[in-house]
């Protein structure tokens, strides 16, 4: 089941931290959190790995056939 989830959002193992799952009647609803990863700042230009505010996004996804999906990413 992760891996339908990991090729949808197009990434690679090594870049997602957890997978949780939360099953209902008609629902598989998902909480992707990534990895941390060094990035630019958008400021300074300088390479760092903190982050001001983590935002979670969400994605309505039909990953499996017999369920709606919604996947909650940050």
Excluded: Q, W
Aim: charged residues 25%.
């Amino acid at each position: 089941m992760n891996h339908s989830i990991i090729n949808a959002l197009n990434l690679k193992e090594e870049e997602i931290d957890s997978i949780e799952s939360v099953s209902s009647f008609h629902n598989e609803d998902f909480l992707v959190t990534l990895k941390l990863k060094d990035h630019i700042c958008p400021n300074c230009g300088s390479l760092t790995h903190s982050i001001k505010d983590y935002k979670i996004r969400k994605l309505h996804m039909k990953i499996f056939i017999r369920f709606n999906s919604v996947v909650y990413y940050k």
